[in-house]
């Protein structure tokens, strides 16, 4: 693998530590697609280190875990924010 693919990884590996944020905030502080962040954390994180690759993997399952709270969650902020909307004179 290339060096620098290792060092990506390990850097997203810190980040999604660091904050818990998902593969897609990652993705967008880091400015790669969320296949790269991905396939980094998940595969060839493995490789580098172990332990990080365990880490990373308990976070990314919390946020799946998760993922259909946040989407109930932001639909419910859209509709109150057009009822707002559609309030004001």
């Known amino acids: 693998m290339w060096e620098y693919m290792e060092r990506r990884a390990l850097a997203c590996a ?13 993705a967008a ?3 790669v697609s969320k296949s790269t962040v991905h396939k980094d954390v998940t595969e060839r994180l ?3 280190d ?4 365990r880490a990373v ?3 990314l399952n919390k946020n799946l875990a998760e993922r ?3 989407g109930g969650d932001a639909t419910r902020r859209k509709y109150r924010r057009a009822a ?3 309030a004001q004179p």
């Open 68 to 70: 259909h709270l946040r």
């Open 14 to 26: 810190r980040y999604i530590l660091d904050t818990g944020c998902t593969v897609r905030a990652c």
């Open 84 to 86: 707002a909307k559609s």
């Open 46 to 48: 493995k490789g580098v």
């Open 50 to 53: 172990l332990a990080a690759w």
């Open 29 to 31: 502080h880091f400015g």
């Open 57 to 59: 993997r308990r976070v």
